[in-house]
């Protein structure tokens, strides 16, 4: 997803955290948290999780 995003870690160390920026399932992660709980989430949070959600919309009902 990252790579979608056309992101480097250390972009995302730099915009979302140093753990987030460790594998994309960390960032994924890092971005929903931010997404749930900040009332002012960053950009880069809210784009990954709109890639995820486009993601996965886009595989429900497909078999992996």
Same mark, same amino acid.
């Given at each position: 997803?990252?790579?979608?995003?056309?992101?480097?870690?250390?972009?995302?160390?730099?915009?979302? @955290?140093?753990?987030?920026?460790?594998?994309?399932?960390?960032? &994924? +992660?890092?971005? #929903? @948290?931010?997404?749930?709980?900040?009332?002012?989430?960053?950009? &880069? +949070?809210?784009? #990954?999780?709109?890639?995820?959600?486009?993601?996965?919309?886009?595989?429900?009902?497909?078999?992996?």
């Amino acid at each position: 997803a990252l790579n979608n995003l056309s992101l480097s870690r250390k972009d995302v160390a730099k915009e979302l @955290s140093k753990y987030g920026a460790t594998n994309s399932a960390e960032a &994924l +992660a890092e971005a #929903i @948290s931010e997404v749930n709980t900040s009332s002012r989430p960053r950009r &880069l +949070a809210l784009e #990954i999780v709109k890639e995820y959600a486009k993601l996965k919309q886009e595989t429900e009902g497909k078999r992996c």
